[in-house]
């Protein structure tokens, strides 16, 4: 029998996976009546940041990762209940796709971002946010993040403050006492039950 009939003939391959909710969530073409809060948190608690190259008996997970950004954004600035959950959720793809470190990222091109931009845009419409974010929230979210990632680089990836700078920016200004919580690694069932708290104290927010 020729190739091509054979092909022809397979069956298309899995693009959904199956989430402990019971729902499957398609990674081409996903619906944010597929997307549970519960799911992203207990996903994000288990995928661990900087490929797992942290100091401590825990990983450093996305969820506390995720916590640790809006803790800074809200810091800095009053920011209302949309723009918090925003920051919150600036990770939540990765439920599914798994921290990529950004070299990697970079190899891979386009292609990881096309899958995590339709899922992020499912993300929001699932929990009332714009699909598309404005650009000055989207700047407050990368700005956070990498001020996150300086404080993650330096004190638990084996960064030197020059490095981290480099790569990051410059050094935020936080507390030494929420400092040695947020970087203190959680153990998984911890950091999803604490991402979960966030989440439900945002979405009783006026």
Aim: cysteine-free; glycine content about 4%.
């Amino acid at each position: 029998m020729p190739a091509t009939r054979r092909s022809a003939r397979s069956p298309a391959p899995r693009a959904w996976q199956r989430m402990l909710s019971g729902r499957r969530l398609d990674l081409l073409d996903p619906s944010p009546l597929d997307i549970e809060i519960e799911d992203i948190a207990h996903g994000l608690a288990r995928v661990a940041r900087w490929n797992g190259q942290t100091l401590g008996s825990h990983i450093f997970s996305v969820a506390q990762h995720s916590l640790l950004a809006e803790m800074i954004a809200r810091h800095r600035s009053s920011l209302d209940r949309n723009r918090r959950l925003a920051l919150l959720l600036h990770d939540a793809p990765e439920y599914v796709i798994g921290d990529m470190i950004s070299p990697f990222k970079a190899v891979i091109g386009d292609a990881y971002k096309a899958v995590e931009a339709r899922l992020m845009a499912a993300i929001h419409l699932r929990f009332g946010l714009p699909a598309s974010l404005p650009v000055d929230l989207l700047s407050l979210i990368k700005t956070s993040d990498r001020s996150a990632a300086y404080l993650e680089a330096t004190r638990l990836a084996g960064f030197s403050a020059n490095e981290a700078r480099r790569f990051f920016g410059s050094a935020p200004k936080f507390s030494a006492a929420i400092t040695r919580d947020y970087l203190t690694p959680w153990p998984a069932d911890v950091a999803e039950a604490r991402y979960l708290e966030r989440f439900h104290k945002l979405e009783l927010r006026p």
